[in-house]
């Protein structure tokens, strides 16, 4: 697979270039292994009826083989959920993310977005925990996601929403990887994404 653009949020792409240059080298070249995608998924939507996409399942799956691999594991952090004036407390409540090395933490994500911001919540709890120094978002450009379900979706989303928050969220340093199966053309492109488009797949998921 390719990068297709690579974002820094408060420094964490430099940080991850000069704290961790072999980690860095290793995620890099872990995007790059993953050759030959096919598209395996028959889709059922209205919309793309029959059309075959690429399978996020089978995406995840390569991605952690590869990490794994490589001596990336997940890291959980288990406790129990107290509230203040609330009598009543959860237990085995806990928080995960898939791969870790380090203090260096690592999301792949092919699902809907607020799983995506979801990861930068757990990115800022493993780092207000003293378990983590930086955090590693990778995730499909618009390029990629167009050829996928209706309800992966795509970086360039999450970069816009990170830059209108204005540095208030989150608050640790983050890298975050907009891949794609090929190289993005070099001419400038313009693409659709809108409001009906987004109810047609709401009601589809009802």
Do not use: C
Request: glycine content about 6%; charged content about 30%.
């Amino acid at each position: 697979m390719f990068k297709i653009l690579e974002y820094s949020h408060l420094g964490g792409a430099e940080i991850l270039q000069v704290r961790f240059p072999k980690i860095s080298k290793e995620i890099d070249d872990v995007i790059g292994s993953i050759t030959k995608v096919k598209k395996l998924k028959k889709s059922k939507e209205k919309t793309k009826k029959n059309r075959m996409l690429y399978s996020p399942k089978d995406l995840n799956k390569r991605f952690t083989k590869a990490l794994n691999a490589k001596g990336y594991e997940q890291l959980i952090d288990r406790y129990t959920v107290k509230i203040p004036g609330h009598n009543y407390e959860v237990k085995g409540a806990y928080k995960q993310v898939d791969f870790a090395k380090n203090k260096v933490l690592v999301e792949v994500q092919f699902g809907k977005y607020p799983f995506m911001f979801y990861d930068l919540f757990k990115f800022q709890y493993f780092f207000n925990e003293a378990k983590a120094e930086v955090g590693v978002e990778i995730v499909p450009a618009h390029y990629m996601h167009r050829q996928m379900s209706s309800g992966t979706s795509y970086g360039e989303q999450l970069l816009w929403d990170i830059e209108r928050l204005k540095r208030h969220f989150p608050s640790v340093p983050v890298k975050v990887i907009l891949i794609g199966v090929e190289p993005l053309p070099t001419e400038h492109l313009v693409a659709e994404e809108g409001l009906k488009k987004s109810i047609a797949q709401q009601k589809e998921d009802v």
